[in-house]
Protein backbone atom coordinates (compact mmCIF):
# COMPACT_ATOMS: atom_id res chain seq x y z
CA UNK A 1 0.00 0.00 0.00
CA UNK A 2 2.81 2.56 -0.20
CA UNK A 3 2.16 5.81 -2.10
CA UNK A 4 -1.43 4.50 -1.85
CA UNK A 5 -2.40 8.36 -1.77
CA UNK A 6 -1.28 8.97 -4.98
CA UNK A 7 -2.97 6.21 -6.15
CA UNK A 8 -6.51 7.81 -4.59
CA UNK A 9 -5.38 11.08 -6.24
CA UNK A 10 -5.16 9.43 -9.91
CA UNK A 11 -8.27 7.57 -9.37
CA UNK A 12 -9.98 10.75 -8.65
CA UNK A 13 -8.75 12.41 -11.71
CA UNK A 14 -11.59 11.85 -13.93
CA UNK A 15 -14.19 13.70 -11.82
CA UNK A 16 -11.91 16.67 -10.92
CA UNK A 17 -11.54 17.42 -14.81
CA UNK A 18 -15.77 16.52 -15.39
CA UNK A 19 -16.32 19.65 -13.49
CA UNK A 20 -14.07 21.93 -15.27
CA UNK A 21 -16.89 24.17 -16.91
CA UNK A 22 -16.64 25.55 -13.56
CA UNK A 23 -13.21 27.52 -12.67
CA UNK A 24 -12.10 28.63 -9.24
CA UNK A 25 -9.81 31.63 -9.61
CA UNK A 26 -6.24 30.58 -8.50
CA UNK A 27 -6.06 33.84 -6.05
CA UNK A 28 -9.42 32.27 -4.31
CA UNK A 29 -9.21 31.96 -0.29
CA UNK A 30 -9.94 29.16 1.30
CA UNK A 31 -13.38 29.74 3.00
CA UNK A 32 -13.22 29.83 6.41
CA UNK A 33 -15.30 27.70 9.03
CA UNK A 34 -15.14 27.40 12.64
CA UNK A 35 -15.46 24.63 14.86
CA UNK A 36 -15.96 23.19 18.05
CA UNK A 37 -13.92 24.77 21.38
CA UNK A 38 -11.78 22.12 21.59
CA UNK A 39 -8.56 23.69 20.86
CA UNK A 40 -7.14 26.83 23.37
CA UNK A 41 -3.96 28.80 23.02
CA UNK A 42 -2.14 30.94 26.20
CA UNK A 43 0.82 33.58 24.79
CA UNK A 44 1.45 34.20 28.53
CA UNK A 45 2.18 31.78 30.48
CA UNK A 46 -1.55 30.40 31.28
CA UNK A 47 -2.93 33.41 32.98
CA UNK A 48 -5.18 33.82 30.24
CA UNK A 49 -6.66 31.99 27.13
CA UNK A 50 -8.16 32.19 23.70
CA UNK A 51 -9.91 29.47 21.68
CA UNK A 52 -8.59 28.30 18.44
CA UNK A 53 -11.49 27.17 16.38
CA UNK A 54 -10.99 29.20 13.04
CA UNK A 55 -10.35 26.60 10.37
CA UNK A 56 -9.70 27.41 6.42
CA UNK A 57 -11.76 25.12 4.38
CA UNK A 58 -14.09 22.27 5.84
CA UNK A 59 -12.91 19.98 8.35
CA UNK A 60 -13.43 15.98 8.23
CA UNK A 61 -15.45 16.60 11.58
CA UNK A 62 -16.34 19.96 13.31
CA UNK A 63 -16.66 18.64 16.74
CA UNK A 64 -12.92 17.10 16.78
CA UNK A 65 -11.38 14.97 19.86
CA UNK A 66 -8.11 16.08 20.11
CA UNK A 67 -6.15 13.05 21.05
CA UNK A 68 -2.42 13.80 20.49
CA UNK A 69 -0.13 17.07 19.00
CA UNK A 70 2.93 17.59 17.55
CA UNK A 71 4.89 20.65 16.83
CA UNK A 72 7.40 21.18 14.32
CA UNK A 73 10.84 21.00 16.26
CA UNK A 74 11.88 23.68 13.15
CA UNK A 75 9.00 25.88 13.08
CA UNK A 76 7.35 26.56 16.21
CA UNK A 77 4.02 28.00 14.28
CA UNK A 78 3.77 24.83 12.64
CA UNK A 79 1.16 22.22 14.95
CA UNK A 80 -0.86 19.18 14.12
CA UNK A 81 -3.19 17.79 16.07
CA UNK A 82 -4.33 14.46 15.71
CA UNK A 83 -8.03 13.31 16.20
CA UNK A 84 -9.99 10.40 17.13
CA UNK A 85 -12.37 10.81 14.32
CA UNK A 86 -11.40 13.62 11.83
CA UNK A 87 -7.55 12.81 10.57
CA UNK A 88 -4.69 15.37 11.55
CA UNK A 89 -5.66 19.08 11.19
CA UNK A 90 -2.52 21.13 11.40
CA UNK A 91 -1.75 24.72 11.58
CA UNK A 92 1.01 26.78 9.95
CA UNK A 93 0.29 30.25 12.05
CA UNK A 94 0.74 29.11 15.91
CA UNK A 95 -2.75 27.82 15.95
CA UNK A 96 -4.69 31.06 14.78
CA UNK A 97 -6.27 29.00 11.42
CA UNK A 98 -6.50 25.36 10.81
CA UNK A 99 -6.63 23.32 7.84
CA UNK A 100 -7.20 19.60 7.06
CA UNK A 101 -4.29 17.71 6.46
CA UNK A 102 -3.85 14.79 3.66
CA UNK A 103 -4.27 11.54 5.36
CA UNK A 104 -6.33 8.70 5.23
CA UNK A 105 -7.02 7.88 8.66
CA UNK A 106 -9.75 9.19 10.85
CA UNK A 107 -7.78 7.72 14.29
CA UNK A 108 -4.60 9.58 14.89
CA UNK A 109 -2.89 7.95 18.27
CA UNK A 110 0.50 8.78 17.96
CA UNK A 111 2.70 11.55 15.54
CA UNK A 112 6.21 12.73 15.56
CA UNK A 113 8.35 15.34 13.76
CA UNK A 114 11.92 14.36 12.85
CA UNK A 115 13.84 16.48 14.53
CA UNK A 116 16.60 17.03 11.53
CA UNK A 117 14.02 17.37 8.86
CA UNK A 118 10.76 18.12 9.77
CA UNK A 119 9.25 17.26 6.17
CA UNK A 120 9.60 13.55 7.56
CA UNK A 121 6.47 12.93 10.03
CA UNK A 122 5.35 10.05 11.29
CA UNK A 123 1.24 9.35 12.43
CA UNK A 124 -0.07 6.17 13.66
CA UNK A 125 -3.75 5.23 12.00
CA UNK A 126 -6.23 2.83 10.99
CA UNK A 127 -6.93 1.96 7.63
CA UNK A 128 -10.18 -0.43 6.61
CA UNK A 129 -9.69 -1.97 10.55
CA UNK A 130 -6.35 -2.68 10.72
CA UNK A 131 -4.04 -0.75 12.98
CA UNK A 132 -0.84 1.17 10.72
CA UNK A 133 1.52 3.35 10.82
CA UNK A 134 2.54 5.81 7.96
CA UNK A 135 5.44 8.25 7.64
CA UNK A 136 6.09 11.26 4.89
CA UNK A 137 8.66 12.30 2.99
CA UNK A 138 7.27 15.61 2.06
CA UNK A 139 5.62 17.44 4.77
CA UNK A 140 2.44 15.24 3.94
CA UNK A 141 1.80 15.38 0.41
CA UNK A 142 2.70 11.62 -0.18
CA UNK A 143 2.44 9.01 2.64
CA UNK A 144 4.16 5.38 2.46
CA UNK A 145 3.15 2.83 5.07
CA UNK A 146 5.74 1.10 7.42
CA UNK A 147 3.96 -1.31 9.34
CA UNK A 148 1.11 -2.95 9.64
CA UNK A 149 -1.25 -4.57 12.64
CA UNK A 150 -1.67 -9.23 11.62
CA UNK A 151 -4.92 -8.70 11.82
CA UNK A 152 -7.54 -5.68 12.17
CA UNK A 153 -7.82 -4.73 16.33
CA UNK A 154 -4.51 -4.28 17.64
CA UNK A 155 -3.67 -0.36 17.04
CA UNK A 156 -0.21 1.55 17.81
CA UNK A 157 -1.18 4.35 20.58
CA UNK A 158 1.80 5.47 21.34
CA UNK A 159 5.29 6.93 19.35
CA UNK A 160 8.28 8.43 19.99
CA UNK A 161 11.15 9.42 18.31
CA UNK A 162 14.94 9.42 19.83
CA UNK A 163 15.67 13.27 19.96
CA UNK A 164 19.52 12.38 19.26
CA UNK A 165 18.80 10.08 16.19
CA UNK A 166 15.53 10.49 14.69
CA UNK A 167 15.43 7.49 12.61
CA UNK A 168 15.21 5.25 15.97
CA UNK A 169 11.29 4.85 16.42
CA UNK A 170 10.05 3.02 19.55
CA UNK A 171 6.09 2.11 19.02
CA UNK A 172 3.78 0.59 21.02
CA UNK A 173 0.26 -1.52 20.47
CA UNK A 174 -2.96 -2.52 22.26
CA UNK A 175 -1.90 -5.91 22.42
CA UNK A 176 0.86 -5.24 24.67
CA UNK A 177 3.72 -4.99 22.04
CA UNK A 178 6.38 -2.91 22.17
CA UNK A 179 8.66 -2.53 19.13
CA UNK A 180 11.79 -0.89 17.63
CA UNK A 181 12.55 0.66 14.64
CA UNK A 182 16.63 1.63 13.83
CA UNK A 183 16.16 2.41 10.67
CA UNK A 184 13.30 5.17 9.65
CA UNK A 185 10.55 2.59 9.65
CA UNK A 186 11.86 0.13 7.45
CA UNK A 187 12.29 -2.80 9.67
CA UNK A 188 10.83 -3.63 12.85
CA UNK A 189 11.45 -6.08 15.76
CA UNK A 190 9.89 -7.00 19.34
CA UNK A 191 11.66 -5.81 22.30
CA UNK A 192 9.32 -6.06 24.82
CA UNK A 193 5.86 -7.23 26.16
CA UNK A 194 4.21 -5.34 28.66
CA UNK A 195 1.38 -6.80 31.12
CA UNK A 196 -0.91 -3.82 29.77
CA UNK A 197 -0.98 -1.18 26.59
CA UNK A 198 1.94 1.18 26.97
CA UNK A 199 0.04 4.43 26.48
CA UNK A 200 3.32 6.75 26.92
CA UNK A 201 6.68 6.16 25.79
CA UNK A 202 9.12 9.26 26.53
CA UNK A 203 12.83 9.60 26.16
CA UNK A 204 14.41 11.44 28.85
CA UNK A 205 14.77 15.06 28.44
CA UNK A 206 18.91 15.09 29.13
CA UNK A 207 19.38 11.59 28.73
CA UNK A 208 18.22 9.43 25.16
CA UNK A 209 19.51 6.19 26.88
CA UNK A 210 16.81 6.75 29.56
CA UNK A 211 13.59 5.67 28.30
CA UNK A 212 10.00 5.62 30.40
CA UNK A 213 6.72 3.28 29.31
CA UNK A 214 3.70 3.57 30.87
CA UNK A 215 0.93 1.69 30.93
CA UNK A 216 -2.68 2.13 31.14
CA UNK A 217 -2.94 0.38 34.14
CA UNK A 218 -0.15 2.57 35.54
CA UNK A 219 2.51 0.47 35.71
CA UNK A 220 5.81 1.76 34.99
CA UNK A 221 9.16 0.30 32.94
CA UNK A 222 12.28 1.93 32.91
CA UNK A 223 15.42 1.34 30.50
CA UNK A 224 18.88 3.04 30.80
CA UNK A 225 20.52 1.58 28.00
CA UNK A 226 18.04 3.10 24.39
CA UNK A 227 15.37 0.63 24.74
CA UNK A 228 17.38 -2.57 24.84
CA UNK A 229 16.12 -4.21 28.26
CA UNK A 230 13.44 -2.56 30.50
CA UNK A 231 12.74 -3.03 34.22
CA UNK A 232 9.42 -2.53 36.16
CA UNK A 233 9.97 0.31 38.32
CA UNK A 234 6.07 0.48 39.71
CA UNK A 235 7.06 -1.05 43.05
CA UNK A 236 9.16 2.50 43.42
CA UNK A 237 5.89 3.99 43.02
CA UNK A 238 4.26 2.06 45.28
CA UNK A 239 5.91 2.59 48.35
CA UNK A 240 4.79 6.59 48.32
CA UNK A 241 1.33 5.78 47.12
CA UNK A 242 -0.75 2.78 47.83
CA UNK A 243 -0.39 1.99 44.42
CA UNK A 244 0.82 2.85 40.66
CA UNK A 245 -3.27 2.17 39.47
CA UNK A 246 -4.14 5.78 40.54
CA UNK A 247 -1.91 7.57 38.04
CA UNK A 248 -2.90 8.37 34.48
CA UNK A 249 -0.38 10.39 33.16
CA UNK A 250 3.33 10.23 32.83
CA UNK A 251 5.62 13.44 31.95
CA UNK A 252 9.11 13.92 31.92
CA UNK A 253 11.06 17.18 32.92
CA UNK A 254 12.75 18.20 29.93
CA UNK A 255 14.91 20.47 31.87
CA UNK A 256 16.43 17.40 34.20
CA UNK A 257 17.73 14.25 33.56
CA UNK A 258 15.93 11.75 35.53
CA UNK A 259 13.06 14.19 36.44
CA UNK A 260 9.52 12.48 36.16
CA UNK A 261 6.09 13.19 37.26
CA UNK A 262 2.96 11.05 37.71
CA UNK A 263 -0.56 12.08 38.61
CA UNK A 264 -4.23 11.08 38.20
CA UNK A 265 -6.57 10.06 40.95
CA UNK A 266 -3.91 9.74 43.63
CA UNK A 267 -2.94 13.52 42.66
CA UNK A 268 0.42 13.76 41.63
CA UNK A 269 4.56 12.58 42.16
CA UNK A 270 7.83 13.75 41.13
CA UNK A 271 11.04 11.55 40.97
CA UNK A 272 14.56 13.48 40.04
CA UNK A 273 16.26 10.25 39.75
CA UNK A 274 14.96 8.13 37.13
CA UNK A 275 11.87 6.64 39.45
CA UNK A 276 13.99 5.26 42.09
CA UNK A 277 12.53 7.44 44.55
CA UNK A 278 9.37 9.93 44.72
CA UNK A 279 7.96 12.87 46.17
CA UNK A 280 4.81 14.22 47.02
CA UNK A 281 3.30 17.53 44.91
CA UNK A 282 1.38 19.37 46.73
CA UNK A 283 -1.88 20.02 43.90
CA UNK A 284 -5.08 22.20 45.05
CA UNK A 285 -8.08 20.04 43.69
CA UNK A 286 -9.21 17.18 45.03
CA UNK A 287 -8.16 14.29 43.09
CA UNK A 288 -10.06 11.65 43.66
CA UNK A 289 -12.71 13.20 42.57
CA UNK A 290 -11.42 15.36 39.57
CA UNK A 291 -8.14 13.00 38.57
CA UNK A 292 -5.96 14.92 36.90
CA UNK A 293 -5.88 14.81 32.97
CA UNK A 294 -3.22 16.41 31.65
CA UNK A 295 0.68 17.43 32.81
CA UNK A 296 3.36 19.86 31.46
CA UNK A 297 6.62 21.04 32.82
CA UNK A 298 8.13 24.26 31.27
CA UNK A 299 10.88 23.22 29.18
CA UNK A 300 13.30 26.02 30.39
CA UNK A 301 12.19 26.58 34.02
CA UNK A 302 11.83 23.48 35.83
CA UNK A 303 10.09 24.96 38.89
CA UNK A 304 6.84 25.80 36.54
CA UNK A 305 4.22 23.32 35.62
CA UNK A 306 0.41 23.45 34.82
CA UNK A 307 -1.90 20.06 35.16
CA UNK A 308 -5.58 20.24 34.16
CA UNK A 309 -8.19 18.98 36.41
CA UNK A 310 -11.75 19.02 36.21
CA UNK A 311 -12.85 22.45 34.38
CA UNK A 312 -9.59 24.11 35.35
CA UNK A 313 -6.17 24.82 34.67
CA UNK A 314 -3.91 25.25 37.89
CA UNK A 315 -0.10 26.62 37.22
CA UNK A 316 2.83 26.62 39.85
CA UNK A 317 5.90 28.58 39.54
CA UNK A 318 7.69 27.33 42.76
CA UNK A 319 8.00 23.34 42.18
CA UNK A 320 4.12 22.77 43.08
CA UNK A 321 4.37 24.88 46.66
CA UNK A 322 1.40 27.75 45.69
CA UNK A 323 -1.02 27.74 42.54
CA UNK A 324 -2.88 29.73 40.31
CA UNK A 325 -5.98 29.01 38.58
CA UNK A 326 -8.25 29.70 35.45
CA UNK A 327 -11.36 28.04 34.95
CA UNK A 328 -13.36 27.25 31.64
CA UNK A 329 -16.71 26.62 30.81
CA UNK A 330 -16.78 24.37 28.21
CA UNK A 331 -18.11 20.65 30.12
CA UNK A 332 -15.28 18.17 28.13
CA UNK A 333 -12.62 16.47 29.75
CA UNK A 334 -9.23 17.44 29.50
CA UNK A 335 -6.96 15.65 26.59
CA UNK A 336 -3.27 17.46 26.80
CA UNK A 337 -1.27 20.33 27.96
CA UNK A 338 1.41 21.89 25.49
CA UNK A 339 4.54 24.42 25.90
CA UNK A 340 6.10 25.60 22.63
CA UNK A 341 9.10 24.41 23.34
CA UNK A 342 10.84 27.60 22.24
CA UNK A 343 8.49 30.23 23.35
CA UNK A 344 7.40 28.68 26.67
CA UNK A 345 4.72 31.18 27.25
CA UNK A 346 3.05 30.00 24.55
CA UNK A 347 1.03 26.82 25.47
CA UNK A 348 -1.64 24.80 23.87
CA UNK A 349 -4.24 22.76 25.40
CA UNK A 350 -7.12 20.65 24.16
CA UNK A 351 -10.06 19.37 25.07
CA UNK A 352 -11.97 15.68 23.77
CA UNK A 353 -15.82 15.15 23.38
CA UNK A 354 -15.43 11.56 24.97
Known amino acids: MRNYFQLLFLMCLPMFFSGCGHIVPETAEPQKTTFASNIWKSVDGGARWEMKNAS ?34 ESLDGGENWKQTIFISAQVY ?18 EGRGKVFKTNDG ?17 VALALDPTDPRKILMSSSDKQLLLSNDGGLTWKMIFESIDPVVRIAFDGKNANLVYLFTRRGALFRSVDGGNNFEDVSGNVSRLASSSSGFS ?19 MIKSTDAGNTWQSV ?15 VNPRNSRELVYAAGQTVYKSEDGGSNWST ?26 SEK
Not at 120 to 126: D, H, L, M, T
Not at 286 to 293: A, C, D, G, L, N
Not at 332 to 350: C, G, H, Q, T, V
Open 56 to 89: LGTLRDTTPSAISIAINPNDFNHVRVGLREGGII
Open 282 to 296: NVLSQSETFPIRALA
Open 140 to 156: GENWEELWTAAANGPLI
Open 326 to 351: YQFEVGKPFSFIRYNPSEPNIMYLAF
Open 249 to 267: VMEVDPGVSGGLYLAGSSG
Open 110 to 127: GMAFDSIDSRIFYASGVW
